[in-house]
């Protein structure tokens, strides 16, 4: 096994209990989701569709918390489309303040890239988010919106400005009596930015360790 | 005797109507929410129908959440829950009763008589 592998299981193994110690909690869990995607370059639209694994995580220290997801797959253009498939990476990293028990304020950036045979195209967009919880049945199921602005952004290389907006929500619900939850999500974000548009939609399934919050 | 049991002991025979509201408005309003924000996050853009299967997931749940607390209505299993506690009370006064009513019966008064003693005036 290689050595930097074993530096990560031995971290996954070690974090629970470190954090504890510390008075941390943290919540780590698996994405998969179907991914729509509207892609608008001057006045071409093309749409895609495709799988995205990934990961999340979030530290919750009494009211400060920070969230990282990362997420990969493939996009396939829908039929009668002429454009090429696309490989896509998608992450952001969020700190975050609880700022009443059910709303919470985060802010950070998050990435989009996109590998069309020789190109790439990559979006980064700083986030400004809020974030509203509501139970439904206590320590069972809950419900949750998020909603965020660009504060500001750029895309491709020469960067040009770029901007956008989003939101997402869902369901969580606790799986059994251990500590696995369960969460059907959509999401839908529409950044642009002169001549690009890009409305991405996904619906995902996640399987999170730890309390949701 | 034993003490009446206290109201904590005793589980609602009716569910709470507030309850099932709080429970209700969370699920309702972000069900609504997710149905309607892509329309104002992606003007003009054809949303899809994912939009449709979480949000109407998560206003049934609210839904369902909603009738988990039984509003109003009697809930049988805490009836019957209270009914015991009850029971199991009344049982253990008439228990304690008996027992003492049969030790009353049981119990002899034995007088017996000392040596006799003069009690006059001086006696201190």
């Given at each position: 096994m290689k050595p930097y592998l074993c530096a990560l299981v031995a971290c996954a193994a070690l974090l629970p209990a470190a954090a504890r110690a510390q008075g941390v909690q943290f919540t780590v869990g698996g994405i998969a989701g179907q991914e729509i995607v509207q892609s608008h370059i001057d006045q071409v639209t093309d749409r895609f569709t495709g799988l995205i694994l990934g990961a999340e995580g979030v530290l919750i220290s009494d009211r400060l918390m920070v969230r990282v997801r990362y997420g990969e797959g493939r996009i396939n253009p829908k039929s009668g489309s002429s454009a090429d498939p696309r490989e896509v990476v998608e992450g952001e990293a969020l700190f975050g303040v609880r700022a009443t028990p059910w709303l919470s304020l985060w802010a950070g950036p998050g990435a989009r890239a996109y590998t069309m045979g020789d190109t790439d195209q990559r979006w980064l967009i700083w986030t400004a988010r809020a974030t509203g919880r509501g139970t439904l049945?206590?320590?069972r199921m809950q419900t949750f919106v998020e909603l965020w602005g660009a504060v500001s952004g750029n895309v491709g290389n020469p960067p040009i400005k770029a901007g956008g907006r989003g939101a997402n929500g869902g369901l969580e619900m606790r799986l059994g009596d251990g500590n696995f939850w369960g969460r059907l999500g959509y999401r839908i974000e529409s950044t642009h930015a002169p001549s690009l548009r890009e409305t991405v939609e996904s619906l995902t399934l996640s399987v999170i360790y730890g309390v949701p919050q | 005797m034993p003490p009446a049991p206290p109201d904590s002991l005793f589980r609602p025979e009716r569910g709470n109507t507030n309850g099932a509201v709080r429970a209700l408005v969370p699920g309702v309003v972000a069900g609504a929410a997710i149905v309607v924000l892509p329309k104002l996050v992606a003007t003009g853009e054809r949303a899809s129908k994912a939009r449709l299967i979480v949000g109407g997931a998560v206003t049934i749940a609210g839904v369902a959440a909603f009738f988990s607390h039984h509003?109003?209505?009697?809930?049988p299993a805490n009836a019957q829950y209270n009914r015991n506690i009850r029971e199991s009370w009344q049982r253990n006064v008439a228990e304690i009763s008996r027992r003492n009513a049969d030790r009353a019966r049981q119990s002899r008064m034995i007088i017996r008589p000392g040596a006799p003693s003069l009690v006059t005036s001086e006696t201190p």
């Open positions: 049945l206590p320590g | 509003p109003g209505q009697r809930i």
